[in-house]
């Protein structure tokens, strides 16, 4: 099993946790909420109140988690979602795009093809 740690979509992407096996990947993702001289934050977990950033992932709340096997089936809980508006949704659906398109890279067994192009 391989642990992996990136950043997607820009500055005010999303931070992703990957724990990939040959046929299925675990995935941990955290909105990057703000940034400060180059240190991106997260929405505090639990925060009654935002903003209140951590930089800690460990102290941030999780936007979405779950796994995605090599056949393309997957499981993505987001708890109850929330977006701002058609530009934050359109961001979402990016997400997941390169949720998959990333899962197929870092398998071993990654065979299939998530989106038509």
């Not at 890279?105 to 065979?111: D, K, R």
């Amino acid at each position: 099993m391989i642990h992996i740690t990136e950043d997607c979509l820009g500055d005010f992407g999303f931070r992703v946790v990957w724990k990939v096996r040959p046929h299925w990947a675990d995935v941990w993702v955290y909105e990057i909420t703000s940034r400060e001289d180059g240190t991106p934050g997260f929405d505090r977990r639990g925060a009654r109140s935002l903003p209140d950033p951590v930089n800690d992932i460990a102290d941030a709340e999780v936007y979405l988690k779950g796994y995605i096997k090599w056949d393309g089936c997957s499981e993505l809980d987001q708890g109850c979602p929330h977006w701002c508006g058609p530009t934050f949704f359109k961001q979402h659906i990016a997400l997941l795009e390169w949720l998959y398109r990333r899962a197929q890279e870092l398998m071993e067994a990654g065979n299939w093809s998530p989106w038509d192009e």
